[in-house]
Nanobody
């Protein structure tokens, strides 16, 4: 059973920082591509950052230079370090996974709320 559990969300003032974590119950975590997406009220879910099994990363243009995705294969955890947060970063942030343990389907976590006040 694939399980992704996000944590680390909360309320922060503009300019502040948060670190999101996603713990994955995956046997082959090291072979799994992981990603962070977000969905703001009334908007579609959008890709924020992804990291491959090899460590290659990709970012939404608006978060480049502010957010950093990383992974710890010993802890089966992927992180999203968010700095210089802006009110427009307010959204529910979701972790996803795709790899051999998921049958190459995309699995999603339950999401964690990030609210940035101005």
């Amino acid at each position: 059973q694939v399980r992704l559990v996000e944590s680390g969300g909360g309320l922060v003032q503009a300019g502040g920082s948060l670190r999101l974590s996603c713990a994955a119950s995956l046997t082959s975590f090291g072979d799994t591509a992981m990603g962070w997406y977000r969905q703001a009220p009334g908007k579609q879910r959008e890709l924020v950052a992804t990291i491959t099994s090899g460590g290659s990363t990709n970012y939404l243009d608006s978060v480049k230079g502010r957010f950093t995705i990383s992974r710890d294969n010993r802890k089966n955890t992927v992180y999203l370090e968010m700095n210089s947060l802006k009110p427009e970063d307010t959204a529910v942030y979701y972790c996803n996974a795709q790899g051999p343990d998921t049958g190459w389907r995309v699995y999603w976590g339950q999401g964690t709320q990030v609210t940035v006040s101005s």
